[in-house]
T-cell receptor, first 115, second 115 residues
Framework: AQSVAQPEDQVNVAEGNPLTVKCTYS??????LFWYVQYPNRGLQFLLK??????LVKGSYGFEAEFNKSQTSFHLKKPSALVSDSALYFC?????????????FGKGTKLSVKP | DGGITQSPKYLFRKEGQNVTLSCEQN?????MYWYRQDPGQGLRLIYY???????QKGDIAEGYSVSREKKESFPLTVTSAQKNPTAFYLC??????????????FGEGSWLTVV
């Protein structure tokens, strides 16, 4: 079955410290992986994606993610967290069941960055 | 500005009433989607459309209907058959079907509450 898991409901980080939001996936074939961020009462904003190529993907607002095929993971990282990074983060994987390739989303991880 | 516009932002539905959520995009995207977001459950696909006059059911289509008469517009009707419609609804689009890794972009969402 195609799935994506975000094992942490919430991640707490002090401002200026590095942050990691975890994501693992289960798909058949090559995975297409995405990260989105959602601020309260807003839509989802695209951060970055992995399609092929370098395992380290750089995205918006200083975020990056590392694709690890052996561990089936795609963790989101940032070297130095900002209070404004506090939001809900979603990992998603392309759904291989459908020819149009819809996305399957994790349940989200709430990131809280304290000053 | 190019983007995806959803309206209204807040909508209240009485028991037994049908309501329609509007979604318009000026990105010239072929594919459009409707997702439902409930707290702690991530996003679930209601309907998607790859092209004008064509649409397909997603994972939770029961109690919902859509139309795609124009490329720019993909309205969602929440019918009285949807027993638990209170949720945050997100419209999205992509330049083409994301099977090749195309990014899905989201609108700002609409809150629907049953009163």
């Amino acid at each position: 079955a195609q799935s994506v898991a975000q094992p942490e409901d919430q991640v707490n980080v002090a401002e200026g410290n590095p942050l990691t939001v975890k994501c693992t996936y289960s798909v058949s074939g090559n995975p297409y992986l995405f990260w989105y961020v959602q601020y309260p009462n807003r839509g989802l904003q695209f951060l970055l994606k992995y399609i092929t190529g370098d395992n380290l993907v750089k995205g918006s607002y200083g975020f990056e993610a590392e694709f690890n095929k052996s561990q089936t993971s795609f963790h989101l990282k940032k070297p130095s967290a900002l209070v404004s990074d506090s939001a809900l983060y979603f990992c998603a994987v392309r759904d291989m069941r459908r020819s149009q390739g819809n996305l399957i989303f994790g349940k989200g991880t709430k990131l809280s960055v304290k000053p | 500005d190019g983007g995806i516009t959803q309206s209204p932002k807040y909508l209240f539905r009485k028991e037994g009433q049908n309501v329609t959520l509007s979604c318009e995009q000026n990105l010239n995207h072929d594919a459009m989607y409707w997702y439902r977001q409930d707290p702690g459950q991530g996003l679930r696909l209601i309907y998607y459309s790859q092209i004008v006059n064509d649409f397909q059911k997603g994972d939770i289509a029961e109690g919902y209907s859509v139309s795609r008469e124009k490329k720019e517009s993909f309205p969602l009707t929440v019918t009285s058959a949807q027993k638990n419609p209170t949720a945050f609804y997100l419209c999205a689009s992509s330049i083409d079907r994301p099977i090749s890794g195309n990014t899905i972009y989201f609108g700002e969402g609409s809150w629907l509450t049953v009163v």
